[in-house]
Nanobody, 126 residues
Framework: EVQLVESGGGLVQVGGSLRLSCAAS????????IGWFRQAPGKEREGVSC????????YYVDSVKGRFTISSDNAKNTVYLQMNSLKPGDTAVYYC???????????????????WGQGTQVTVSS
């Protein structure tokens, strides 16, 4: 059974940090790209970052560049999203998703992903 399980969300003050984890199971981790997406109330889902476990390509949406860092621990089949300097606009439910590809391109936000996690809430208070 394929599973993506997010964890690490919570309530943090402006300027604080959180590290989200996406633990994957049930598929060959190295054959997939893992993306982080978020959805705030009343807004469309937005791609935040993507990590191609096959070739190491990494992408970020402009609004998080320099603040968020995506990384992977292949031994643990886990992708992390380190979020620093958090802003109220980062408040959302964060989801990880997996797409079977060993190389992501710049259009990663528009891919159809094969699997999705259940989401973890991130709330940044001002």
């Amino acid at each position: 059974e394929v599973q993506l399980v997010e964890s690490g969300g919570g309530l943090v003050q402006v300027g604080g940090s959180l590290r989200l984890s996406c633990a994957a199971s049930g598929f060959t981790f190295g054959d997939y790209a893992i993306g982080w997406f978020r959805q705030a109330p009343g807004k469309e889902r937005e791609g935040v970052s993507c990590f191609s476990t096959g070739d190491g390509n990494i992408y970020y949406v402009d609004s998080v560049k320099g603040r968020f860092t995506i990384s992977s621990d292949n031994a643990k089949n886990t992708v992390y999203l380190q979020m620093n300097s958090l802003k109220p606009g980062d408040t959302a439910v964060y989801y990880c998703a997996a797409k079977q590809t060993q190389s992501v391109a710049a259009g990663w936000r528009n891919y159809e992903y094969d699997y999705w996690g259940q989401g973890t809430q991130v709330t940044v208070s001002s």
